[in-house]
């Protein structure tokens, strides 16, 4: 096993990918080490989660901050000063600022449920099936100042079936999830993912020509 990484977690939600991380690493499959857990929502299930596993939490109000920036400017010192090397955006639905989060580029993941570039933004099952798509997906990126539209270090892909309706899709997609994410924190952890010149992914340093597929739980050229 590598030298546990040292995670920053940002989750506005119940958590779920938060706790798969968790989880892989207890079995002992996933070297991190998370410094911070911190949200935008006092009430987010994933604080609960950090409480109760003892990693830090910070929950900030958005409201109680003149600007935008300035939100984001704190939430960034908070996590600089955790002694994260890596952010991870599990389920952060707030837009975070270009200029303050420039500094962590090729530092910060996010993980999006949708086969990018399909579907930025919100409400990505509904779009896929109104759309008449047969495969979705979600996608592991690494986070730039464009929304969702930073460089995608990998995928997974499930068949839409015609009796899926927004919930029963999210659901089937989200145990997919939480392998994907687990699995390209760990080649991250292994030191065999970085972000390249020309923001292209490196895989132990060959740019990727395209996105790595997860197939059962494990990570594919
Ligand atoms: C996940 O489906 C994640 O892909 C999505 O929010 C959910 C969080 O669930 N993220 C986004 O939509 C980001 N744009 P969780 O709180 O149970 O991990």
């Given at each position: 096993m590598p030298t546990p990484l040292r995670i920053a977690v940002l989750a506005s939600g119940r958590g779920s990918n938060l706790a798969a991380l968790l989880a892989a690493r207890e079995r002992g499959e996933l070297a991190i080490e998370p410094v911070l857990v911190a949200s935008d929502?006092?009430?987010?299930?994933a604080l609960r989660l950090a409480e109760a596993a003892n990693i830090p939490t910070v929950a900030l109000n958005?409201?109680?901050?003149?600007q935008r920036r300035d939100f984001d400017a704190d939430l960034f010192t908070r996590v600089a000063d955790s002694g994260a090397e890596l952010i991870v955006?599990?389920?952060?639905?707030r837009i975070l600022d270009g200029d303050t989060l420039r500094p962590w580029v090729g530092r910060m993941i996010n993980i999006h449920p949708?086969?990018?570039?399909?579907?930025?933004?919100?409400h990505t099952h509904r779009r896929a099936l109104e759309a008449g798509d047969t495969e979705h997906g979600a996608s592991v990126h690494y986070v730039t100042a464009e929304l969702d539209g930073g460089p995608v270090i990998a995928q997974a892909r499930v068949a839409i079936t015609p009796q899926d309706d927004e919930d029963s899709l999210a659901q089937r997609l989200l145990a997919h999830e939480h392998r994907l994410l687990p699995a390209v924190v760990d080649w991250i952890a292994r030191r065999r993912l970085a972000l390249g010149e020309a923001d292209r992914v490196m895989l132990d340093g060959v740019a990727l020509s395209a996105p790595l597929r997860l197939l059962d739980r494990h990570l594919q050229v």
């Open positions: 929502k006092q009430s987010a299930g958005p409201r109680s901050y003149a955006l599990a389920g952060f639905m949708s086969l990018l570039p399909k579907y930025r933004g919100l």
